[in-house]
Each structure stands twice: as structure tokens, then as C-alpha cells.
């Protein structure tokens, strides 16, 4: 069997569909390119999934950190840096990204400089200790989320110029769904293969290779993908379009109230390192405690996105209300844990259910914040919403997380209290909010 007829069987596998070949707004060289595109694009965003997990920033990274001795109040930094790294230099870059006619490169050239940021922080995780570690990995993931941008503006122009309309969400669910399969394996073989000793800075320098590893294959993969010049114009500069826009949080009382609420809701994000965090202290950097966080993150994306996703078809604003409000009791549950019976801390699975309830309410925040944005407005008047609104955050991320800085002062269970407070406060007022 050829490779062309290979991929074309296994293209219309993954589809089911009668009119798989059936191309919509793409044009008709690229239409032939297709099957093929469409499993390199599966394959390439498997691996940085699986990347991601190894090397997630709420799970992995806080316990490399705790395992170097770094620095506690720099734990508050490790989301908001991956997050609002990966987000500013979309708007920045964008204009440029697309006056370009082949766009694949940008994205080989952002997983390549991933992949070398990771193994750089796995050598920082066998040869240094302390501040010194600590502000290494900052330094590193700063880089690192930059370095995903230029993915992130890239991925949405190849999709669009190689898969047709009506496939696209197929692409990325696949590859989710196979990378949280694997995700669980793997978060299984450390609870099964090394339940017992610590995991060293050497022992996470091991895991971040193997992570940067994925992403050079990532590129590798990702650079097969057969893609044709396309539109060079209407290229513009996003932050400056935002900035230009700003005054509709001045003038938009609807829109202002949801900036301020997903400001409120990020408290989701934010806490989770801290239960990592939380439970290592308690169990000694137990290899099998990283696997148990490891499986909470991958089950709780497969469990609970399509519940949550038509859940939003009926209500986003709800299902923003419902989970924020679930992220808020788990991490009061797990305040109360560590102020008033602090001997549960020592129960193995306890904190990783508490993560896995947490999860899935992130989860939630997420598919009901996105989903809200879209049904808001229409057109142009959409485009400014999520400018603006991802602008906004950006920075809103990045002063929070100077949270990290109260480790100094109060325990890291009431961080997370004060966090779910404010999860709360987002809580009473998204009920404010229009149901859209």
C-alpha cells in the first residue's frame, strides 16, 4: 500500500464521513493535499500535547521548583508567565505572521526554540538549587511562552489554508483525545513503577528532556505538511488594534462586567500549583503523588469537555457560574483540610481528587468564558471583544501573579482561600451578567 492511499484510508477513518473530500474555503490545490495534512497536523499537535503534559505548569513545574528548593514566592509566576507569555506576542506578531505566503515555518521555528527552552530547564533541574534554580525557570519559561505565540499564530493560518471548514475541530479533537489517553498512561506508570522514594532534580530533568524531545519531533512533523502560498495582505498590528479599541470597556457596560468577572475567574488557574505544592510537602516529592496529578489533569479534560461544551449550548453564562463556583468550594475544602485536620494531608489520594474536582471546573471556566465572548456580538464587533478581552487579561494575569509573594507572610493554603474568594466574588457577579 502507498503512503498517498495509507493516509487517505486512515483520513477517512477519523472522519466517518461520506463527503470527507468535500472541501469548504480552502481552494482546490490544497484540497488535494488533504488526507495527508490532515495526520500530520493530528500527529504534530499530539506531540505537543503530550509535550504540555510532561511539562504542565500547573502540575509538573511546581514540583520541579519545590524539588530545587526554589524560591516559594515565585510559584505564583509559573500560569500567569505560560499564559500571558503565549498571549501578548499574538498581537504583536500577527500583522507580520501573515504577510507571509508560507506560514508553516513560523511554527517550526516557535516548537524548536520550545523544545530547547525545555531541556534547558531540565538542566537547570540537575545542576542548580534554590533562587538561583528557581529564577532560571522563570527566566526559561518566559522564553518558552513566547516562543509558543509564534506557534499559536501560525497553527490558525496553516488549519485554515490546509483543512477544510467543516474538519478543523476534528484535528485538534483527535489529538487531544489520543494525547489525554497517553497522559493517563503515563501519569499510571509513575504511580505504578515508582510509587516509592522522591523525585529528585535529576529525576525531572529526565521527564523535561523526554518533554523537549516531543516538541523537536513536533517540529519535524509539523514541517512535512504540504501547505500553499496564500493572502499577504490586511496584515495588521494586533496590540495596537486593541489598544485602539479599549474605550469599549468604557462604553460597554455588558462587556466590562464579563472582563471583570474572567479577571475574578482566573483563580481557577491560579491556585492549582498550589495544591501540588501543598500535597508534595506532605508526602516527601513521591513520584507516585506527581502520577496521581498527572491522571487527575488528563481524565478531567476527557471527562468533563463535552459535558461542559453542550452544557454552554444551552447557557455559557451558567456553566462560568457553575464552575467557578465548583474551583471556589474545592479549594475552600482544601483550606480547610490544611487549617483544621492537617493529619488528612498525609491520605495519598486526598489533594489529587480535590485537583481533579478543580480541573474539571477549570475546564468549565473555560469552555463557558470562550463560548460567552463568541455569543456576545457578531462580526467585527466580536473581534473586538476578544482583542480587547485577551489584552486585558494578559496583564490582569501577570499582576496577579504577584500572589506568590504572600507565601512569605501566610501559609499556602490560605493563598488558595484568598483566591477562591475572589473565585467567589467573580461568582456573584457573572449572575449580573446577560444570558446570551
Given at each position: ?62 514540583a520541579v521548583m519545590e524539588a530545587v528548593s526554589a524560591p ?155 501547505e500553499f502560498p496564500g493572502e499577504t495582505d490586511g496584515g ?201
Open positions: 500500500m502507498s503512503k498517498g492511499t495509507l493516509s487517505q484510508d486512515l483520513y477517512a477513518k477519523l472522519l466517518n464521513e461520506e463527503d470527507a473530500r468535500a472541501c469548504k474555503a480552502i481552494d482546490e490545490d490544497a484540497c488535494k493535499e488533504v488526507p495527508g495534512n490532515f495526520l500530520w497536523l493530528v500527529l504534530s499537535q499530539f506531540l505537543t500535547k503530550l509535550g504540555d503534559a510532561l511539562g504542565n505548569p500547573k502540575v509538573v513545574l511546581p516559594l514566592y515565585l510559584l505564583g509566576f509559573l500560569v500567569p508567565i505560560r499564559e500571558s507569555g503565549s498571549m501578548m506576542p499574538q498581537l504583536l506578531i500577527a500583522g507580520f505572521v501573515r504577510r507571509l505566503p508560507i506560514r508553516k515555518h513560523v511554527w517550526v521555528v516557535g516548537s524548536l526554540l520550545q523544545a530547547l527552552c525545555m531541556m534547558l530547564i531540565a538542566l537547570v533541574a540537575w545542576q542548580l538549587e534554590g533562587a538561583a534554580a528557581g529564577w532560571s525557570i522563570i527566566g526559561l519559561l518566559v522564553l518558552f511562552s513566547l516562543s509558543r505565540g509564534l506557534c499559536s499564530v501560525a497553527a490558525k493560518d496553516v488549519l485554515g489554508k490546509t483543512i477544510p471548514k467543516t474538519q478543523r475541530g476534528r484535528v485538534n479533537g483527535w489529538s487531544a483525545s489520543v494525547a489525554g489517553l497517553v497522559t493517563l498512561l503515563a501519569g499510571a506508570w509513575f504511580v505504578l513503577a515508582n510509587g516509592e522514594g522522591d523525585m529528585s532534580g535529576a529525576s525531572f530533568g529526565v521527564l523535561l528532556s523526554l518533554a523537549g524531545l516531543l516538541w523537536i519531533l513536533a517540529a519535524l512533523t509539523y514541517a512535512q505538511i504540504r495588521v498590528n494586533g496590540i495596537t488594534e486593541a489598544f485602539k479599541r479599549l474605550d469599549i470597556l468604557r462604553t460597554d457596560s455588558a462587556f466590562r462586567l464579563f472582563v471583570i468577572t474572567r479577571s475574578l475567574f482566573l483563580c481557577s488557574a491560579l491556585s492549582a500549583p498550589y495544591y501540588v505544592v501543598l500535597a508534595q510537602r506532605a508526602q516527601d516529592n513521591s513520584p507516585a503523588l506527581l502520577g496521581l496529578f498527572i491522571i487527575a489533569s488528563g481524565a478531567a479534560g476527557l471527562i468533563s469537555g463535552p459535558f461542559w461544551g453542550r452544557f454552554a449550548d444551552l447557557s455559557s453564562r451558567s456553566v462560568m457560574t457553575l464552575a467557578a463556583l465548583m474551583s471556589s468550594l474545592a479549594g475552600i475544602i482544601v483550606w480547610a483540610i490544611a487549617t483544621w485536620f492537617p493529619q488528612w494531608l498525609d491520605i495519598f489520594w486526598l489533594i489529587p481528587l480535590c485537583y481533579f474536582a478543580l480541573s474539571i471546573a477549570h475546564q468549565g471556566v473555560r469552555v463557558g468564558r470562550k463560548t460567552f465572548v463568541v455569543d456576545m456580538a457578531e462580526g467585527n464587533r466580536r473581534t473586538d471583544y476578544v482583542a480587547v478581552s485577551n489584552t486585558v487579561i494578559g496583564i490582569v494575569l501577570l499582576i496577579m501573579g504577584f500572589t506568590g509573594a504572600l507565601s512569605v507572610a501566610v501559609p499556602i493554603s490560605t493563598i488558595i482561600l484568598i483566591l477562591c474568594l475572589m473565585g467567589l466574588a467573580g461568582v456573584l457577579l457573572s449572575l449580573r451578567l446577560p444570558d446570551v
